[in-house]
Each structure stands twice: as C-alpha cells, then as structure tokens.
C-alpha cells in the first residue's frame, strides 16, 4: 500500500484507506497533494492573508479550504493578525514537542503510571510519528519526557534502561499507528491514579 507525503486533509491518513465517515474517500491522491502543494508553494515564499491567497489559487476549493485548515489545526501555519505563515522546521519541532491536545497533553504534562505505560507510549511515539518527527528526534524527545515527567521513576518496566524500552517500540513508529485510542486509554487510567 502506498504511503504520500501529504496527510488527508480530513483523517490524517497518509495511505489510500481512509477513515470509513472520511468526506475525501474516493479524491484522486494528486488533487489532495496538489492542494497542499498549491498552498505550501506561497506560503513558504512569504505570509499572506487567508483572502489574498484564496484569490491567488487558481481552482481554490473545497480541498484547498480543507488542507488549510489541516494546516493550521498541526500548526503548521501561524497566524499573526490576518496573515498567515508557513512555520520553519526547527520553529515547528519545537511546537509540537509538547503535545497541547488532549488525551495526550494528560500524558505529556503528568507522565504515565504503571497500567497505562503501554498505551502512553504508543500514543506519544505516534503522534511524534504523525508530525513529522524523524525517528531519532522522536526517540530524544521521549527519553526526556521519561525522565521529566518521572515516569521512568515510576517503575513498572520490564525493560532496563529507557533506551531499551523506546528502542522496542520503534514498530509504532515505523507503522505509522494512530494515536487516538491508546492516548485515551492511557489518560483514563492516569486520571484516576493522579
């Protein structure tokens, strides 16, 4: 199954199977990567206002609206007054290391506990997956949080070391796993606990 560069603007999938209530099912590949092409190709070049660069897309649609909403709703687009700007790389890195999101702002912010370690790892290494981090800033990324939040502290590992234990869930990673359920799962058994 082919993997694309662009996520659907409407469930984030990156693979031609789509969520099955998914309004884009059916839209050609090249439509939707054409949109955030069309988009990326301005705003990358400067800011804009939202109007201006409707006006300045040639066949703006439906898809486009949905991208730019995509956009904005992974940060990565800012919007300083009404004008909009693509986020650098290193700018966009450090906004999405801290997940503002619930159910994993829960998991980011209060660390897990034993029970929930599991499905709160799962659900960090996908969505750090999902933003774009590669593997290797994803694994940093969740060895500082294990440390931080005191969840290695915490105990409740079958593995001796963080490494080890981000290192075996690299499948996660490499999958391309959604996020959503574990996150919930995970943050249940964390409120309770905390």
């Not at 999938?13 to 949109?35: K, Y």
């Amino acid at each position: 199954m082919p993997r694309f560069e662009y996520p659907c603007p409407g469930c984030r999938t990156r693979t031609n199977l789509h969520d099955a209530d998914c309004g884009f099912d059916g839209v050609q590949w090249t439509d939707i990567e054409g949109a955030y092409v069309d988009l990326l190709a301005r705003l990358s070049r400067r800011s804009w206002s939202e109007d201006a660069l409707r006006a300045d897309v040639e066949d703006w649609g439906g898809i486009h609206a949905a991208a730019l909403s995509r956009l904005r709703g992974d940060q990565r687009v800012d919007e300083q007054g009404d004008q909009l700007e693509l986020l650098t790389a290193a700018e966009y890195k450090e906004r999405v290391t801290e997940p503002t999101m619930e159910p994993l702002k829960t998991i980011y912010e209060k660390g897990s506990v034993p029970g929930a370690h599991d499905h709160s790892i799962f659900a960090l290494i996908a969505f750090y997956e999902m933003v774009g981090l590669s593997w290797e800033e994803t694994k940093e990324q969740m060895l500082v949080w294990l440390d931080e939040s005191g969840t290695w502290t915490r105990g409740g590992f079958e593995e001796e070391t963080p490494e080890e234990l981000v290192d075996s869930k690299k499948h996660v990673y490499d999958q391309g796993y959604g996020w959503k359920q574990a996150g919930k799962e995970a943050k249940a058994v964390i409120d309770r606990r905390l």
